[in-house]
């Protein structure tokens, strides 16, 4: 008997096992983590590159909980695990605007457009600063200086890539020191501000500041006075009695200081424009005040300002009297005149005769003409003390003839007419 090969009866077994399993049930394997990466793999490596929570917390399989043809690709709305609840940023519409749900924390805004509503929905406390004192900044997009979110180098614009700057040296610390981007017109310092960033503006008041601010300029800077600057109506110009207490010095309680100090330059006092000082004055300068009620004459009813325009200068006597002679000179006035109570004179310890002869013309004549010691003294040397005080002979000369010559003739002028001609005899 002849037998059949052996290659039909394979074909005829391979045909009828095949046939049966096309009619049996396909159970596909179980997809893992690792199965994306080796079709997504752009995707996975995106994701990667990121250490957001969406890398740290979940798997591709948590929010993709199906592949086709298996299962229908199904992306998630963002809402379900954002609450809007929780969060006012969760309300936001169109998620995928700013954020890749492969990379969530956003690096870029890209063309993101109109993003203020968005970005306030997070950091309302910004909204409420530009609501509270709104500015140019205030109108603009956040996109227009934040062109990614945080503040890392680049991500967004500094004041300079803007705005001139207020002086060629000043850098981006010194705009900061003055201006709160979100608040650019609030002007508070957070920082400490040098002089010289005033200065940018405020040149020539720095100037005055510096050269002549005295113990202001040698212990103060602007800003320890200056707390803020306008338009904010409080602390911008400070009261003088925070530093300088009515307590303190009795001409502190003096109201209007800055009638007669400029803060600038507080020693350079100009009390020209003013009508009536005469009580600032004298609360530094009591004694004075003491003087002149004592002596009373015609300047201790003038006004101080009159003769002090300027705090530690005065006007010349001669610019107000004329002088006892043509030749006379301010330094000459105060030889016997002392301005607070120029009368009577109270001589100096040295007083040219030849001052004395101004008034006196025929006594200096005589003295001058006078061959005898007399003609060598002084005038004060005998008129001493005070103007008109006239001395008896005796105090110089005691007696010098004998005592009986002395009791008949009592009156020395009886014999010497003129004590200022001696020799003259007349």
């Known amino acids: 008997m002849k037998r059949k090969p052996l290659t039909g009866f394979l074909i005829v077994f391979l045909t009828t096992w095949i046939g049966g399993l096309a009619h049996a049930e396909v159970k596909p394997l179980a997809l893992t983590q690792q199965d994306c990466i080796k079709c997504h793999f752009k995707v996975v490596k995106t994701m990667a590159g990121q250490e957001s929570a969406h890398k740290t917390e979940l798997t591709c399989l948590d929010c993709h909980e199906a592949h086709p043809p298996a299962g229908k690709a199904v992306i998630p709305k963002c809402s379900q695990c954002h609450d809007p609840s929780e969060n ?13 749900p492969h990379a969530p924390l956003v690096t870029a805004f890209g063309t993101a457009g109109d993003v203020k509503p968005i970005c306030i929905t997070c950091h309302t406390d910004i909204k409420e600063q530009m609501e509270k004192l709104p500015s140019a900044h205030s109108e603009q997009d956040c996109s227009q200086c934040h062109h990614a979110h945080g503040l890392a180098k680049g991500q967004s614009d500094t004041c300079l890539d803007c705005h001139e700057k207020h002086a060629p040296n000043l850098e981006l610390k010194d705009c900061l020191a003055c201006h709160q981007p979100h608040q650019p017109t609030r002007y508070i310092w957070d920082h400490p501000v040098k002089n010289a960033a005033c200065g940018a503006c405020h040149e020539d008041v720095v100037k005055d500041f510096t050269q002549h601010g005295a113990l202001h300029a040698k212990k103060l800077t602007c800003t320890k006075c200056h707390e803020a600057h306008p338009p904010r109506e409080k602390n911008v110009i400070p009261s003088c009695s925070k530093c300088h207490s009515p307590e303190k010095k009795k001409h502190y309680t ?114 001058v003409a006078d061959k005898s010691k007399h003609a060598r003294l002084q005038c004060i040397y005998c008129h001493s003390r005070k103007h008109k005080v006239v001395p008896k002979c005796r105090t110089c000369h005691g007696q010098p003839h004998d005592a009986p010559l002395h009791r008949h003739f009592p009156d020395c002028h009886k014999c010497h007419k003129n004590p200022h001609n001696l020799a003259g005899g007349k």
């Open 254 to 367: 003096t109201k209007g200081c800055t009638k007669c100090h400029d803060p600038h330059k507080p020693k350079e006092i100009d009390f020209s424009h003013l009508k009536s000082v005469r009580a600032t004055c004298l609360s530094c300068h009591a004694d004075v005040g003491k003087t002149m009620k004592k002596h009373p004459t015609a300047h201790a009813r003038v006004e101080c300002n009159k003769c002090h325009p300027i705090h530690g200068k005065h006007k010349s006597c001669l610019s107000c009297h004329k002088g006892h002679s043509k030749e006379m000179k301010y330094g000459d006035c105060l030889k016997c005149h002392i301005p607070h109570y120029p009368m009577p004179p109270a001589f100096a310890k040295k007083v040219p005769s030849r001052l004395c002869g101004s008034c006196h013309g025929g006594e200096y004549k005589g003295q």
């Open 88 to 100: 006012r940023h969760f309300a936001s519409a169109n998620c995928t605007t700013c954020h890749n």
